[in-house]
């Protein structure tokens, strides 16, 4: 018997419009990832209903609604607090664009509409007034099994909708299930279809498989089925890098991504050996992150984003393992920014435990860099006992560009002394250097 819908984790408010709409002589179910997640024991974060109700007359039941998307019949309904989407019933015309049906109508047979659904998993509803599950596609026995298996003839509904290999694999990383022999044997015919599949989206899906606690089971699918050349080809092109029995660049970088904590620093370990095999070409994490610049603007990640994965891919090797001393402490947190500090030191550790190498040096430098920075010392121009107007005023209010020159170099001093940052010691100093400015 495949597992029993846990009614009592149903919020009572679902249960509250779906009753409604069924009192005014209408059906109601629960659907799609909401039922799956739920048969799954996980938290469910949005509720998404369907019902036999057109858009106007789920409209009519409600005192409170939003046409979201009433030409697609989704209304938002807001109940108590809360907001649910219910979507009348529908079925899908051709598809002719390889991302979106050429139309939608709407439907009374709750089979139809879960036929056009990706996954059997995702083609499950629950009527919990009733107290029934409509599960046609054997969808909990997929899920009990951990097998993600496409509704109906997979290269067909593949052809209908390039997004679906590639929520494919992300699926297979965030639920912990194997794809299905046949359904995988379609994704590489359905590789042109996802070809049309816009950035944006697939930058969104990139970001729910950072969420699995192992992404690496989404980019290994993505990589052998094709779909990870399609979309980031210097990425793919790791593959081809050995760096070790049996062993490449791209298991390394997989194994890194694993290990990270969050999106951001995710994308950096996955991404941060791009370009590798090129060292000539200069600095590693520099050739990594040149690469990947262009990229990530082009698969839309936001600014934000973009800056903090180069600064991390960019920074996040350290050279050989070694002991800094204060200086060179100081001189890394003044270099990589000191909030951003603790982040390139969690990227350059899973870099290497990716590796099997030893990080208790990088664990002791991080310890250090939290204690400095509990008082951090002056880094930057902006931190010095003197300003910008007390060198014009050493040099006689004649200053152009020697003045950001002084300060430069008052910066190196207190680097490397941070106890002289005061105006006692720094303004001897900062007489002399205009001196030699003015000499
Ligand atoms: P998650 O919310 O965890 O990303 P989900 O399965 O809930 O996963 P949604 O995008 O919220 O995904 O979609 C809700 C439901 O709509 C899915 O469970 C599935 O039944 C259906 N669905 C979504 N996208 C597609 C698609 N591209 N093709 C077919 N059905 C889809
Ligand atoms: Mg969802």
């Not at 249960?15 to 997640?37: K, N, S």
């Not at 994704?187 to 042109?192: C, E, H, I, R, S």
């Not at 593959?239 to 490449?248: D, L, S, V, Y």
Request: proline share 5%.
């Amino acid at each position: 018997m495949p597992t029993e819908v846990p009614i009592d984790r149903i919020p009572r408010e679902v249960f509250e419009v779906c009753d409604v709409l069924r009192q005014r002589g209408h059906r109601a179910w629960i659907v799609g990832g909401c039922v799956r997640d739920l048969l799954r024991g996980l938290e469910v974060a949005d509720w998404d209903l369907c019902t036999s109700a057109k858009p106007e007359q789920t409209k009519a039941c409600f005192k409170k609604v939003i046409p979201t998307g009433i030409a697609h019949g989704t209304v938002t309904v807001l109940w108590k607090g809360h907001a649910f989407e219910v979507t009348t019933l529908r079925g899908e015309g051709a598809y002719t664009d390889g991302r979106r049906p050429d139309e939608v109508f709407f439907v009374d047979d709750i089979r139809e509409d879960l036929a056009r659904r990706d996954f059997t998993v995702n083609a499950i509803a629950y009527d919990p007034v009733l107290a029934r599950v409509e599960d046609p596609f054997e969808g909990r026995v997929d899920l009990d099994a951990g097998i993600l298996r496409a509704v109906g003839v997979p290269a067909e509904r593949f052809a209908e909708d390039g997004l679906r290999i590639l929520r494919g694999a992300r699926f297979v990383a965030t639920l912990e299930m194997e794809l299905h022999p046949a359904t995988r044997d379609a994704f590489a015919g359905a590789l042109d279809v996802y070809a049309k599949v816009s950035h944006e989206r697939i930058r969104e899906e990139w970001l729910k498989a950072f969420k699995a606690r192992r992404p690496s089971r989404a980019f290994a699918v993505m990589q052998q089925t094709g779909i990870l050349a399609r979309t980031c080809a210097p990425l793919n092109a790791l593959t081809e890098i050995a760096i070790g029995p049996g062993r490449t660049a791209f298991d390394h970088a997989l194994a890194a991504m694993d290990l990270a904590k969050g999106p951001v620093p995710r994308l950096a370990a996955l991404l941060h050996g791009v370009g590798r095999g090129r060292a000539a070409e200069g600095h590693a994490g520099d050739v990594a992150a040149d690469l990947i610049e262009p990229w990530l603007r082009d698969y839309r990640f936001s600014n934000d984003e973009r800056r903090d994965v180069l600064h991390l891919v960019r920074h996040h090797d350290l050279g050989a393992p070694r002991t800094w001393d204060d200086v060179e402490l100081r001189r890394f947190l003044q270099r990589v920014d000191a909030s951003k500090a603790e982040a390139v030191l969690a990227t350059a550790r899973v870099v290497r435990l990716a590796a099997d190498e030893d990080v208790a040096w990088i664990d002791d430098l991080t310890a250090r860099v939290r204690a400095v920075l509990v008082s951090p010392p002056p880094l930057r121009i902006g931190d010095l006992a003197v300003d910008g107007k007390d060198v014009l005023a050493a040099l006689g209010g004649q200053g152009g560009r020697a003045v950001g020159r002084i300060l430069e170099s008052l910066l190196e001093h207190v680097i490397v002394h941070p106890e002289d940052n005061t105006r006692a010691s720094l303004e001897p100093r900062l007489k002399a250097l205009a001196a030699e400015v003015s000499a």
